[in-house]
């Protein structure tokens, strides 16, 4: 996993939990870098992995709930550091369309050695897209995220199901419609 993505992570939760929590999750969590992160870095997932769960021991929000949150304030950073990228599209479904064999693939030049979900379009048409989201690090919660995010920075209404193909979230079928058109 990049370093972009701990040092954004830290930055949200001193932001919104205080310096404390953050020194304290840091401190128990057994971090092989000692908790230093360069935005260039390669770290381990699992260094994310036991920041969450700290976090969430300390703040009673579930894992899922703080991926959520963190899917959010990751979106700013992208919308800031790769206008290039969003310009590139006219609207939120044709972004979303095109994370897999674009976007990411983009992402693999700029951010050696990230760590990738796969999505696999199953249906798309003018106002709704279905996904499947693969990923060993389960962040279907932080792709939910983002995917509103993207509706709103094409000021769009969005409406997002997701359903848990398996049970550890590894494999998730997204759902997303453009709000105001009927669920097919
Ligand atoms: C400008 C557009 C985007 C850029 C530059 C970008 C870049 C990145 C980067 C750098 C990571 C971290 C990789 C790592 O830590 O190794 C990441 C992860 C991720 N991205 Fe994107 N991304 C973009 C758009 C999106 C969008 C619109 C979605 C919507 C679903 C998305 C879904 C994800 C997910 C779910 C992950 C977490 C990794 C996982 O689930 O396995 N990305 N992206």
Same mark, same amino acid.
Do not use: C, W
């Given at each position: 996993?990049?370093?972009?993505?701990?040092?954004? &992570?830290?930055?949200?939760?001193? $932001?919104? &939990? /205080? &310096?404390?929590?953050?020194?304290?999750?840091? @401190?128990?969590?057994?971090?092989?870098?000692? /908790? !230093?992160?360069?935005?260039?870095?390669?770290?381990?997932?699992?260094?994310?992995?036991?920041?969450?769960?700290?976090?969430?021991?300390?703040?009673?929000?579930?894992?899922?709930?703080?991926?959520?949150?963190?899917?959010?304030?990751?979106?700013? #950073?992208?919308?800031? @550091?790769?206008?290039? !990228?969003?310009?590139?599209?006219?609207?939120?479904?044709?972004?979303?369309?095109?994370?897999?064999?674009?976007?990411?693939?983009?992402? $693999?030049?700029?951010?050696?050695?990230?760590?990738?979900?796969?999505?696999?379009?199953?249906?798309?048409?003018?106002?709704?897209?279905?996904?499947?989201?693969?990923?060993? $690090?389960? #962040?279907? #919660?932080?792709?939910?995220?983002?995917?509103?995010?993207?509706?709103?920075?094409?000021?769009? @209404?969005? $409406?997002? @199901?997701?359903?848990?193909?398996?049970?550890?979230?590894?494999?998730?079928?997204?759902?997303?419609?453009?709000?105001?058109?009927?669920?097919?």
């Amino acid at each position: 996993m990049k370093g972009i993505v701990f040092t954004e &992570f830290l930055e949200m939760v001193e $932001r919104e &939990f /205080g &310096f404390e929590v953050l020194d304290e999750i840091i @401190n128990e969590s057994n971090l092989a870098s000692g /908790g !230093i992160y360069t935005s260039v870095g390669t770290y381990d997932f699992i260094e994310m992995q036991s920041l969450i769960v700290k976090l969430s021991e300390k703040t009673k929000l579930s894992v899922d709930e703080l991926l959520y949150a963190y899917g959010k304030t990751f979106f700013a #950073m992208l919308e800031k @550091n790769h206008k290039n !990228i969003f310009n590139l599209y006219s609207g939120p479904l044709e972004m979303l369309a095109s994370i897999e064999n674009h976007i990411h693939v983009e992402v $693999r030049k700029l951010y050696p050695g990230a760590e990738l979900p796969t999505f696999r379009i199953i249906h798309q048409d003018e106002h709704s897209l279905e996904m499947m989201y693969y990923s060993d $690090r389960s #962040m279907y #919660m932080f792709a939910k995220a983002l995917m509103e995010k993207t509706f709103e920075h094409y000021h769009e @209404n969005s $409406r997002i @199901n997701l359903e848990k193909v398996q049970e550890d979230g590894t494999q998730v079928r997204f759902k997303i419609h453009k709000a105001g058109y009927a669920v097919s």
